[in-house]
């Protein structure tokens, strides 16, 4: 229910051609990703995404990673305060280097372990354009 509540905002904000978009402290669930993944990829005018405070463990980062893609607009991402695990973080990893105006990535107090942030640090080699990470 919360998910399609979301998806139905996000496709309307897509519409509209949102800039900013705060989800933060929403208790996403794995239903809730799975909702708002198709969506969210509809926000390519997208500039500020922010899913901090959601608890989004493995199988949300993995499905939240796919539509990342094509938000080629994004310039802030903040993922602080979540459940990221080592897979977790690898699939945000996976799609950090096609994120070619991202600026600003907010990852702190996450699970991620030493192969997530490997990930992470590797993938970011690729990510020229940032300016912050926290």
């Known amino acids: 229910e919360a998910g399609g509540g979301w998806a139905a905002v996000l496709g309307r904000a897509a519409e509209l051609g949102w800039s900013?978009?705060?989800?933060?402290?929403?208790?996403?669930?794995?239903?809730?990703?799975?909702?708002?993944?198709?969506?969210?990829?509809?926000?390519?005018?997208?500039?500020?995404?922010?899913?901090?405070?959601?608890?989004?463990?493995?199988?949300?980062?993995?499905?939240?990673?796919?539509?990342?893609?094509?938000?080629?607009?994004?310039?802030?991402?903040?993922?602080?305060?979540?459940?990221?695990?080592?897979?977790?973080?690898?699939a945000i990893a996976d799609q950090l280097p096609l994120l070619t105006a991202l600026q600003t990535l907010h990852l702190r107090e996450n699970r991620a372990g030493a192969a997530g942030w490997t990930a992470i640090a590797d993938a970011l080699e690729a990510v020229t354009s940032l300016t912050s990470l926290n």
């Open 20 to 90: 900013t978009l705060d989800m933060s402290f929403n208790d996403l669930d794995s239903d809730s990703a799975t909702a708002i993944a198709a969506p969210l990829a509809l926000l390519t005018s997208l500039q500020t995404l922010d899913l901090s405070g959601n608890n989004l463990d493995s199988d949300c980062a993995t499905v939240i990673a796919a539509p990342l893609v094509l938000l080629t607009s994004l310039r802030t991402l903040d993922l602080h305060y979540n459940s990221l695990d080592s897979d977790g973080a690898t």
